[in-house]
């Protein structure tokens, strides 16, 4: 696609389960990267793939949170016994290369009741 | 905490008008400053961006003003138009990677 595409735009779960978040990047972008933005809040940072290694995962919360990117391309962002704490709009970003611009997709609004 | 503290949260401007927001940060090794553009429903796209060698750069109408020893900078909208309405965030990284963003300004400009 032209774009950074997530799926799902919005999920509604219960508190407990579990979710799963998928992000496909620009064809070709070897480095993406995953942010939390609360509402009225900036992005804020989760964690950084180059090629198929989370490069930076410092930005994870705790370790109910997960991301993976078994290809080097496609990268799914996992969450175990989401908390209400959790919502907040997931966005995924990617580029070229580290250090150029990151394009970022429309995000996914996870709302846990 | 904030790495880099916005201001102001909102901000309304007539039409033609200037927009100014201003962004501060602590971290000394930062050497990237952006600044990203959101519309509602969609994701952060980049404006325009500096590195701390430069005090000003300009792309058409936005503007990035950086003062070093301040540890500010700001974005100026000139003559401002209604489809520049949205959240702007200025960001902050030392790598260019990892972006520690402002909290975001909304900005309403007015026919």
């Known amino acids: 696609g032209a774009g950074v595409s997530q799926t799902p735009s919005n999920k509604v779960t219960e508190k407990g389960k579990y979710v799963e978040l998928r992000c496909d990047p620009i064809s070709g972008h070897t480095a993406l990267y995953w942010y939390r933005q609360s509402l009225g809040q900036g992005p804020e940072f989760l964690i950084y793939?180059?090629?198929?290694?989370?490069?930076?995962d410092s930005g994870l919360p705790n370790d109910r949170f997960f991301a993976v990117r078994p290809e080097g391309s496609v990268s799914t962002l996992k969450i175990q016994r989401t908390e209400r704490g959790d919502s907040a709009v997931y966005l995924c970003?990617?580029?070229?290369?580290?250090?150029?611009?990151?394009?970022f997709g429309q995000g996914t609004r996870l709302t846990v009741v | 905490q904030q790495q880099v503290k916005q201001s102001p949260q909102s901000l309304i401007v007539q039409k033609g008008g200037i927009s100014i927001i201003n962004c501060a940060y602590e971290?000394?090794?930062?050497?990237?400053f952006p600044w990203y553009q959101q519309f509602p429903g969609k994701g952060p796209a980049l404006l325009i961006a500096i590195r701390p060698d430069v005090s000003e750069k300009k792309e058409g109408r936005f503007t990035i003003s950086f003062n070093k020893s301040a540890k500010q900078f700001s974005l100026h909208i000139m003559d401002s138009q209604p489809g520049d309405s949205a959240t702007y965030f200025c960001?902050?990284?030392?790598?260019?990677?990892?972006?520690?963003f402002g909290a975001g300004t909304t900005v309403t400009v007015r026919a």
């Open positions: 793939f180059q090629g198929t290694g989370a490069a930076d």
């Open positions: 971290n000394t090794a930062f050497d990237y």
């Open positions: 970003a990617s580029s070229p290369v580290p250090g150029t611009e990151a394009f």
């Open positions: 960001a902050a990284s030392t790598n260019d990677y990892k972006l520690s």
